[in-house]
Nanobody, 122 residues
Framework: QVQLAESGGGLVQAGGSLTLSCASS????????MAWFRQAPGKEREFVAS????????QYGDSVRGRFTISRDNAKKTVSLQMNSLKFEDTAVYYC???????????????WGQGTQVTVSA
């Protein structure tokens, strides 16, 4: 059974940094794409970043490009999100996702974590 578990969320001041991690379980689990999405209260889930297994395709949402970096360790079955220059509007629950299609759409991802809260104080 595949499970994704996020960690690293918390409270940070604007301008600060956080690193989120997502660990996956499942002996043969090696999804083609792993991604991060986020959802703020009252808003739809938003694409943050995605990366393929080999790193050939990497994509970022417009609001985070240049500030966030997605990385993946296939051996450890983890994906991370380094977040720099955080803004108040980055406050959201961040979700890790995995699937067999590289996409910016949440509906393309099969497996999801429970989410981790990131709160940026102004």
């Amino acid at each position: 059974q595949v499970q994704l578990a996020e960690s690293g969320g918390g409270l940070v001041q604007a301008g600060g940094s956080l690193t989120l991690s997502c660990a996956s379980s499942g002996r043969s689990f090696s999804p083609f794409a792993m991604a991060w999405f986020r959802q703020a209260p009252g808003k739809e889930r938003e694409f943050v970043a995605s990366r393929t297994r080999g790193g050939t395709n990497i994509q970022y949402g417009d609001s985070v490009r240049g500030r966030f970096t997605i990385s993946r360790d296939n051996a450890k079955k983890t994906v991370s999100l380094q977040m720099n220059s955080l803004k108040f509007e980055d406050t959201a629950v961040y979700y890790c996702a995995a699937g067999d299609v590289f996409s910016l759409e949440s509906k393309r991802y099969i497996y999801w974590g429970q989410g981790t809260q990131v709160t940026v104080s102004a």
